[in-house]
């Protein structure tokens, strides 16, 4: 009996020691993969360049047609010098007031427009320039 004992401790003596010394015989060699990444800008229209365009082209429309109605239907040069004037030097009357009101969301609205890439080649020409050109146009045309 003494020797089953043995058998059996020595049984699981080897069962025991022999589980837990195993060699991981894989081998592990670090392969490189050359894998190349390509980079592809990915390209987001911006979704409101319409919407930048329509506030622009009504602040512009706006300018336009104030000075229209009170002065060009006139042909008043002098009167629309004086206010293009105090619009420049943000003067209190009302139609200066809504006049630069218009202006700087023009120019709110272009910036933005042309920060996040939106096509803005018919807004190049702000408003006021185009009011200085027609009133230059008709003093062409008093003159003549």
């Known amino acids: 009996m003494f020797t089953a004992w043995r058998v059996y401790f020595f049984i699981g003596f080897i069962i ?5 010394t195993q060699k991981n015989l894989e081998k592990n060699v670090p392969v490189s993969k050359n894998i190349q990444k390509k980079e592809t800008k990915e390209y987001k229209k911006y979704k409101y360049c ?3 365009e329509e506030i622009m082209t009504f602040a512009s429309n706006y300018i336009q047609e104030e000075f229209k109605k009170a ?5 008043d040069t002098v009167g629309a010098k004086a ?3 105090l619009i420049e030097k943000n003067s209190p009357t009302a139609f ?6 218009a202006r700087e ?9 042309k920060e996040n890439g939106c096509n803005i080649e018919e807004f190049k020409i702000f408003p006021l320039e185009k009011i200085k ?3 230059k146009k008709l003093e062409e045309e008093q003159n003549k």
Request: glycine fraction near 2%; proline fraction near 0%.
């Open 71 to 75: 002065y060009f239907s006139s042909n």
């Open 96 to 101: 200066a007031k809504n006049i630069n009101a």
């Open 16 to 20: 025991l020691f022999s589980g837990c």
């Open 105 to 113: 969301s023009y120019n709110s609205q272009y910036l933005t427009a």
């Open 83 to 85: 206010q293009l004037f």
């Open 133 to 135: 050109n027609i009133i």
């Open 50 to 52: 319409n919407k930048h």
